[in-house]
């Protein structure tokens, strides 16, 4: 009950000090760029009341539920065939980071010219933020394994399919988890990215033309609701997350 | 005498050289006939190719010359039925309850579920770890995890008991209790234990028969009897001939540890 409490409190502490915060930003900033929190709400219920708002909201989930799908299971597959094989993964490992460290949107202009306008450029741009950081999460889970644990499958005379699913894969299930949660993140700030620079429809697009057209109200609130996504779907995910890990 | 459950003929093991290193000759040639029922156990200086020894045997690893039986049949490269091994690090699955763990030990039996259900739960008790079947093992301690092993393997019901030492990352008490347990299981199961350690008093305590190792690559250097009875426990350290048989085994193996010591200080 103890640690219950205490994460409730802190999570109220947490969103109060940070109310606190977006109102002194607003003091300070001013009306210029800024709106504050009240101002924001009262706006965000009327924003979705709106017919047009659900149309780039869906564009958006849609684009997003594609790019997670292709990051996972393309990630998945990348890191568990390097992580079964040594060579491949101590060879393709440095790669991998190097390209992760790219800032992704200077590859923005290729994906553009190959995907074209849209959904499918949109898609892209979220799985490449996402499949890497996946890969490697899951490339050392499944390096990482101890050795104790296929050994010990091996004199249990495991063939090597039932290896990989009974030992192998829950043994790296956490870490793997771990992956999927940052994933997750870069994903979506993958999709949204994309529909800033060249789509007609999103939630990144309804952004950037709202700066366009100086709309305040409207950047404040989808900024809002981003931010409120991210961040509840990333706790919950922690949560799992820290749940797994505690197993271990 | 009984016949030979495990017999062991001229076996080597050499590893081929890794880049820019030289084949190591690891064992052997060895030699070792292992009686149906012996409690026998292995001590040598470390290094000397003892776990490679048990890998051989559990078929875990090809012997580079040499055979080895098991129950009258040749053991190559294929772990045979009726082989049980505990290893001394944790190899419990942190992701399956004790109860799951136990069970993981009898995927590949083809038993009827009842009978399954029943020898998880004889397992189980036998370990004393009734009350903490639905754990996991993040919430045991360092010797009830090792218990939790000792039922998974158990509850197969090997005919051959392969222990590599299986107390060494234990405390001195835990280790004491546990020869204990092991010498009762023994006694109960009636398998041929194999078990190595490094630990002389716990090698004198627990076993029928010790072979001495030398340094690489190992060979038999002298093998001890101890007389004991099949109904013993740890209070026969208590006996004079305890003292004997780890005095004996300590003199052999001080000579082989201290060349191996000569060996490294002249490489330095």
Redesign the interface.
């Known amino acids: 009950m103890g640690d219950r409490a205490k994460s409730l409190r802190n999570t109220i502490v947490l969103i109060a000090g940070l109310l606190v915060f977006w109102q002194l930003m607003y003091a300070v900033i001013g009306e210029v760029a800024m709106r504050s929190p009240w101002q924001t709400m009262r706006y965000t219920v009327t924003l979705v009341e709106t017919d047009f708002f659900w149309v780039h909201l869906t564009n958006t989930l849609q684009a997003f539920a594609v790019a997670l799908v292709l990051s996972v299971v393309l990630g998945l597959l990348i890191g568990f065939a390097l992580g079964l094989h040594r060579l491949s993964a101590e060879a393709m490992e440095p790669m991998l980071v190097a390209l992760y460290s790219i800032p992704k949107i200077t590859l923005y202009p290729i994906i553009l010219l190959a995907f074209g306008l849209g959904m499918s450029a949109k898609i892209a741009f979220g799985a490449i933020h996402g499949i890497i950081p996946v890969a490697l999460f899951t490339l050392n889970a499944v390096r990482s394994t101890k050795p104790i644990l296929v050994k010990t499958g091996r004199v249990l005379k495991l063939s090597p399919p039932a290896m990989v699913r009974s030992i192998l894969f829950p043994a790296a299930v956490p870490e793997i988890f771990t992956g999927l949660r940052v994933g997750f993140s870069l994903t979506l700030i993958g999709t949204v990215l994309g529909e800033m620079f060249a789509a007609q429809h999103g939630l990144g697009y309804l952004l950037m033309n709202a700066i366009g057209l100086y709309n305040v109200d409207v950047i404040m609130s989808v900024t809002f609701l981003l931010v409120v996504f991210a961040a509840g779907v990333n706790g919950i995910l922690l949560a799992v997350d820290r749940r797994l890990h505690f197993r271990v | 005498m009984t016949s030979a459950h495990v017999a062991l003929k001229g076996v080597t093991k050499r590893f081929p050289a890794s880049a820019g290193g030289q084949a190591v000759h690891a064992l052997g040639p060895i030699d070792l006939s292992i009686r149906q029922g012996e409690f026998f156990a292995v001590v040598g200086p470390s290094g000397c190719g003892k776990s490679t020894l048990l890998e051989l045997i ?1 078929g ?1 690893t090809p012997a580079s010359e040499g055979q080895i039986e098991f129950e009258g049949r040749a053991i190559e490269n294929e ?1 045979p039925d009726g ?3 505990v ?1 001394q ?3 419990c ?4 309850s004790v109860r799951e763990n136990v069970e ?2 009898l ?2 039996a083809g038993v009827a579920p009842d009978e399954k259900a029943r020898r998880v739960r004889d397992a189980i008790a036998m370990m004393g770890l009734g009350e903490f079947a639905p754990s ?1 093992p ?1 919430q045991l301690s360092g010797g009830m995890r090792q218990r939790v092993c000792i039922a998974r393997t158990l509850v197969a019901k090997p005919r051959l008991l392969l222990l590599d030492e299986p107390f060494g990352a234990l405390d001195q008490q835990t280790r004491l209790l546990m020869g204990d347990e092991v010498l009762r299981l023994w006694r109960e199961i009636g398998a041929t234990v194999f078990l190595i350690t490094h630990a002389l008093d716990e090698a004198a305590m627990l076993a029928d028969r010790i072979a001495v190792m030398s340094a690489r690559p190992g060979t038999v250097i002298d093998m001890v009897e101890t007389h004991w009875p099949r109904e013993r426990d740890s209070r026969i350290v208590e006996q004079e001939s305890f003292g004997a048989t780890t005095s004996r085994l300590w003199k052999t193996l001080r000579e082989e540890s201290m060349k191996t010591m000569g060996r490294s200080a002249a490489a330095t």
């Open positions: 559990a875990l772990i082989i049980g091994v290893f690090e944790d190899a699955f942190p992701w399956l993981f030990g995927r590949k996991y993040a």
